[in-house]
């Protein structure tokens, strides 16, 4: 899986073999100041200092004489919005002698000289931003002027400058970089998410990420993820399922590092939730302990859902990977049902771009299945009887389906998926273990 540096080193190869024109139109387009102004390696270095979260871009201004051509690689800036929007929500430790010249409120909100990115909030009448990593920490204060002018919704991803008045006042936010990684000054109209027509997933999403991915091969021939799906992962106690989502959350992340990998792990323990920090790269993980309120399950699960829309609206593609489906079914009390099934209608393929896909993994217990099972259009079954043979992954390719998969996957794929439903889990398995990739496994079984 690349790191954000390996990213952060791909821009630069790529800025290296631009002309100086094309790179002044890259720079002008990212914010860098007076792109006009010196060499190519000048250049090159503001960009990615910007890129790298140590430079704050400028807003693009309208005044003199406008530039001799708008066109730039549109695809390479985007890369550079989204490495510094990764850089700048990364958790950091500010070393002890330096604490005292930082301006901050939490460690972990990503404010360092004054630099803050966070998830908007509402609490009543108060906006507020929310670190990526805790949306329990403290928060930096949004002013209703911001949310007017830049019409600004609950979820969305701000990137700008904070400030206070003293070292006891919660810093407020001074200025606005950019909104889910889109310049102020570029952000087109959106649309409103409920606006958006829903179609059938169409595009497969493939989690493979080398051999030891057992699981997340195995599902691509059984029971494919695509862009817009709504699926589950029912599995019996102690099924290791939450291993499971994270093996899903990284092959997505590392074969599509410009989707947005947002994974909640509500009422988990804390070791797990360290572990998650400290494995996965590129993903964005919103988390809650056991020692948390249900309030905070609550309020945590929504933020991530607010988060992932926002995404779509701006023609994004977001994934949303969710554990604690049953826990947070307890903390919802009575209204569970009503909730649950809002949050899952989130997913969907927009006829008008971008996608919010959905995979929420529950225990079997029969009245959440019987409740939640007619919504998905795919599941993943673990069986309890391999998990007591000790089989692992222990998924029952019988009944793991993906509705319309003769969509997702290719002729030779189906063949060799249909064929293989007729085989012990014993034999499957064999088979994967046997074979590096899933080509391999399809032009032998073929």
């Known amino acids: 899986m690349r790191s954000d540096d390996g990213i952060l080193k791909d821009v630069e190869e790529r800025l290296e073999k631009l002309n100086i024109y094309e790179l002044r139109q890259v720079a002008r387009a990212v914010g860098v100041h007076r792109p006009a102004d010196g060499k190519k390696s000048r250049v090159i270095e503001e960009i990615l200092g910007i890129a790298s979260g140590n430079t704050a871009p400028i807003e693009q201004s309208h005044r003199g004489a406008p530039p001799k051509s708008q066109q730039y690689d549109g695809k390479l800036v985007a890369d550079i919005i989204t490495c510094r ?61 911001f949310i007017k002018r830049h019409s600004l919704r609950e979820g969305d991803l701000i990137e700008g400058k904070c400030a206070s008045r003293n070292a006891n006042e919660i810093p407020a936010l001074t200025e606005i970089y950019s909104v889910n990684g889109i310049s102020v000054a570029d952000r087109p109209i959106r649309r409103r998410f409920e606006e958006l027509t829903h179609i059938y997933p169409q595009t497969t999403l493939k989690t493979e990420h080398g051999r030891e991915s057992l699981f997340c091969r195995i599902i691509d021939l059984f029971a494919p993820v695509a862009l817009g799906q709504r699926g589950f992962i029912k599995s019996p106690q102690k099924s290791d399922k939450t291993e499971l989502l994270k093996q899903i959350a990284a092959g997505i992340s590392f074969n599509y590092p410009h989707l947005k990998v947002i994974l909640l792990l509500i009422d988990e323990l804390p070791e797990v939730i360290n572990d998650f920090k400290r494995t996965l790269n590129g993903v964005t993980l919103l988390c809650t302990d056991f020692a948390s309120s249900c309030e905070s399950h609550v309020r945590i699960v929504r933020l991530g859902f607010e988060y992932a829309q926002r995404i779509v609206e701006d023609g994004g593609d977001a994934v949303v990977l969710f554990d604690g489906i049953n826990r947070l079914a307890h903390a919802y009390g009575e209204e569970y049902a009503a909730e649950i099934k809002n949050l899952l209608f989130c997913a969907c393929n927009a006829e008008e771009g971008g996608s919010l896909t959905v995979l929420a993994a529950l225990t079997d217990e029969s009245n959440l299945c019987e409740e939640f099972s007619p919504l998905a259009n795919m599941e ?34 189906l063949t060799a998926a249909n064929r293989m439903r007729g085989l012990s889990a014993e034999e499957v398995l064999s088979l994967f273990k046997e074979t590096r990739d899933n080509a391999e496994l399809i032009k032998r079984f073929n």
């Open 380 to 413: 993943i079954v673990l069986s309890a009887q391999l998990v007591e043979k000790r089989l692992f992954p222990a998924v029952d390719i019988k009944n793991s389906f993906a509705d319309r998969d003769d969509k997702l996957l290719s002729a030779e794929e």
């Open 85 to 145: 929007k990764n850089h700048l929500s990364q958790s950091f430790e500010i070393p002890r002698e330096e604490k005292q010249n930082v301006l901050s409120v939490n460690d972990s909100i990503g404010i360092l000289n004054g630099e803050v990115c966070g998830i908007l909030k509402f609490d009543g009448t108060r906006a507020s931003l929310y670190s990526l990593s805790s949306a329990d920490g403290n928060c930096v204060t949004v002013h209703e002027l």
